[in-house]
């Protein structure tokens, strides 16, 4: 009988969107290094770049046949687009694990895949391959995923209109309140909460890795652990573990270095809103008075096709653009990681998806936090709350609210206070990733329990 040690193989999958590749692309790199051989199947409607797989030698990288067109996700909505793809994609994964057994001689050690593509898990039941659910986002919002499944929508939504309701703390997780649950942005709640039992209730995974460290979410990460009743390995964050930035699916813009190099030391707020999210032309406007009237230099990220309407910023009137160049930069796109690590980025403005929150945390750079939907904020609610690195911008962004938030992050004592709670926060990771630390040891768990599984 063959021994599960000589298996080497891992199978990775994702879901086809910039937070979720890049984190997976990372594991692999990490589970490379310990001597695994990493196929990654990627969707037919958003490939992996050939100058980002670059960055990945080695991987091999195998299409799965379009299932459902990424144009149904507008008609559907993002829940019921999730679930229908679950659907209509079993038999052609299971067809390419097949394929894969054929071809590389049964060598596959495990399957990992996004807890949004549980229809992975029939392929893995089928084959007998053990396999292993990645959460890309925070074990908090895993935490919410199995607390909302357990709920009735239509109960919940009468609940929430009492205010103690609203308060109460979800399962000892403070700060957790029920009116912090990712419930928002995603339309009706009835196909969110099925789409939770969903994701909990046909799991068959022997573990769950989760991109976090334990010094960030101790209490939900203990919550889990009791809750699955399998292993859990926080092994976060990935880009230090795999020593990786991970792919882009947009191509980057290094024309800002000359301009931020010229800046002085911890004075640029950086801003950049995500991969997906999208605003109005008035939005941006208020956004650029409010950055100009603080007076700070700042860098900014506005991807194409990102404001309503326009190409780019050419909405924008020609007055405020002439300003920016005089005191700010913008560019399309930028390697986010290297921006946030240059001694002049002295704050960072975010829609708080995971990958920028820790990406943020390991530069100890404080954050303003302008959260879009679900489960960023979550992280906004975190990054306020509980470790008081940063503040949130809610309600209409008008201009004067936007100089007063940066002034506060870049100018004021307060903003001080959280830059020093970011850099304290910061030690505390990046030693959960060297030799001893938490993510170090779970890194190095996982590697045991996939070969011995």
């Known amino acids: 009988m063959e021994k599960r040690a000589e298996k080497r193989r891992i199978v990775l999958v994702p879901v086809s969107a910039q937070g979720h590749v890049t984190p997976f692309m990372q594991l692999g790199k990490a589970l490379q290094l310990k001597g695994f051989s990493i196929t990654v199947v990627q969707s ?13 030698p080695g991987f091999h990288f195998v299409t799965l046949p379009e299932s459902l067109p990424l144009s149904e996700a507008k008609r559907l909505g993002s829940v019921k687009f999730l679930m229908k793809l679950n659907e209509t994609s079993e038999a052609s994964f299971k067809d390419c694990i097949s394929q894969l057994l054929l071809q590389q001689g049964n060598d596959i050690a495990c399957i990992i895949y996004d807890k949004l593509m549980y229809f992975s898990e029939a392929a893995a039941k089928e084959f007998k391959i053990p396999s292993v659910i990645f959460s890309t986002t925070c074990a908090t919002n895993h935490v919410c995923c199995s607390v909302l499944s357990k709920l009735n929508a239509d109960k919940f939504l009468i609940d929430m209109e009492d205010p103690e309701m609203q308060e109460k703390v979800v399962e000892d997780l403070y700060p957790l309140r ?18 939770c039992k969903e994701i909990v209730y046909k799991r068959t995974a022997s ?17 889990l652990q009791q809750e699955l009743n399998i292993p859990v390995y926080p092994l976060g964050p990935l880009h230090i573990t795999a ?14 270095i000359e301009w931020l190099n010229k800046q ?15 605003m109005e032309a008035k939005e941006m406007l208020e956004m650029a008075w409010g950055l100009l009237n603080s007076n700070q230099p700042f860098l900014w990220v506005i991807r194409p096709g990102s404001i309503a309407g326009s190409e780019w910023i050419e909405s924008l009137p020609v007055e405020v653009s002439k300003m920016i160049s005089e005191r700010g930069c913008i560019v399309k796109w ?21 990958n920028s929150t820790l990406e943020s945390i390991v530069e100890g750079v404080p954050m303003i936090c302008r959260p879009f939907q679900g489960e960023q ?34 100018l004021d004592e307060e903003g001080e206070g ?10 505390k990771v990046k030693a959960s990733v060297k030799s001893g630390g938490s993510s170090y040891d779970a890194l190095g768990e996982l590697v045991k329990f996939l070969n011995t599984e």
């Open 44 to 56: 037919q409607s958003k490939q992996i770049s050939s100058s980002s797989s670059q960055h990945f």
């Open 243 to 256: 020593s990786s930035p991970g792919p882009s699916l947009l191509e980057e813009d290094k024309s800002y």
């Open 377 to 410: 904020k979550l992280n906004a609610m975190y990054v306020e709350s509980l470790w008081r690195i940063g503040i949130q911008l809610e309600g209409e962004v008008e201009r004067k609210g936007v100089e007063r938030a940066v002034k506060r992050l870049i």
């Open 418 to 427: 959280m830059r020093e709670r970011a850099l304290d926060l910061k030690e």
């Open 334 to 354: 930028a390697p986010q990681i290297e921006v946030l690590g240059h001694h002049a980025v002295g704050g960072f403005w975010s829609h708080c998806g995971w």
């Open 178 to 195: 029920y009116k912090n649950l990712p419930t928002s942005g995603f339309g009706p709640l009835e196909p969110l909460f099925e789409s």
């Open 207 to 223: 573990a769950v890795i989760i991109n976090t460290a334990s010094c960030l979410e101790s209490s939900s990460l203990s919550w």
């Open 264 to 278: 002085k030391p911890r004075s640029v707020i950086y801003i950049s809103l995500g991969s997906k999210a999208h």
